[in-house]
């Protein structure tokens, strides 16, 4: 398995506009996580799933923001209406549920709104 | 809520220098402890981690050292190289339960020949 990945790399969109990005974890890892970076700073947890189940949600995923992981596999992170605020790097993790909880993590996907 | 802060950077060092950057933490209940690391264009990686007081992480020459008595969980290396040049995030996680991370600002590291 090559890791966690994550399409696409770059994507810049008008601010009204709605994105999706997708995440596709290692493969026996039933955890996965969503975060948010912006530049200079640390990452900040958005939500995260086991199996196919949404557990938790930060108050920083507003209702523009939905995410999905329908057969307990890969993951979409969806933005509607766009804002120039949303501009970050949007981070995927995936674990395994046991007692070493290592989070390894995508490369990420930049988002841009112009 | 739970809270991490590090110290802020750049730090610049030389070549075989000592190095510290500080990690304290704000948890409830008992965190887990982590130093991930990003290097230049790369995702973020697991550095090193401790799940109990006490306990000390190491990998690659690092260490860390979870004080709970001072909250803190301080990153050392006792000779950085240029290859150590990247940014270090300071991070834990809940009840050792292995759900949402809380990193740090991370402190940029640059290590000069």
């Known amino acids: 398995d090559t890791g966690v990945s994550q399409d696409p790399r770059h994507k810049i969109t008008k601010r009204g506009q709605n994105v999706t990005f997708r995440c596709d974890p290692i493969?026996?890892?039933?955890?996965l996580y969503w975060y948010r970076q912006t530049l200079g700073q640390g990452p900040e947890f958005l939500t995260y799933?086991?199996?196919?189940?949404?557990?938790?949600k930060s108050r920083l995923l507003s209702d523009r923001f939905s995410a999905e992981r329908p057969k307990g596999s890969f993951s979409t992170l969806e933005i509607q209406r766009t804002e120039q605020g949303d501009s970050a790097m949007y981070l995927c993790?995936?674990?395994?549920?046991?007692?070493?909880?290592?989070?390894?993590f995508g490369p990420g996907t930049r988002l841009t709104v112009t | 809520g739970n809270s991490v802060t590090q110290m802020e950077g750049p730090v610049t060092l030389s070549e075989e220098a000592f190095l510290t950057i500080n990690c304290t933490y704000t948890?409830?209940?008992?965190?887990?402890l982590f130093w991930y690391v990003q290097y230049p264009g790369e995702g973020l990686q697991l550095l090193l981690k401790?799940?109990?007081?006490?306990d000390k992480g190491s990998n690659k020459g690092f260490e860390a050292t979870y004080r709970k008595e001072t909250t803190s969980f301080h990153l050392e290396k006792g000779s950085v190289q240029v290859s150590d040049s990247a940014v270090y995030f300071c991070?834990?996680?809940?009840?050792?339960?292995?759900?949402?991370?809380?990193f740090g600002g991370g402190t940029r590291l640059m290590v000069k020949p």
């Open positions: 948890a409830t209940g008992y965190p887990s």
């Open positions: 493969s026996e890892h039933n955890r």
């Open positions: 991070a834990l996680s809940r009840d050792n339960a292995g759900n949402m991370l809380t």
């Open positions: 401790a799940t109990k007081a006490d």
């Open positions: 799933f086991q199996n196919e189940a949404q557990l938790e």
């Open positions: 993790a995936s674990s395994f549920s046991d007692a070493s909880y290592e989070q390894y």
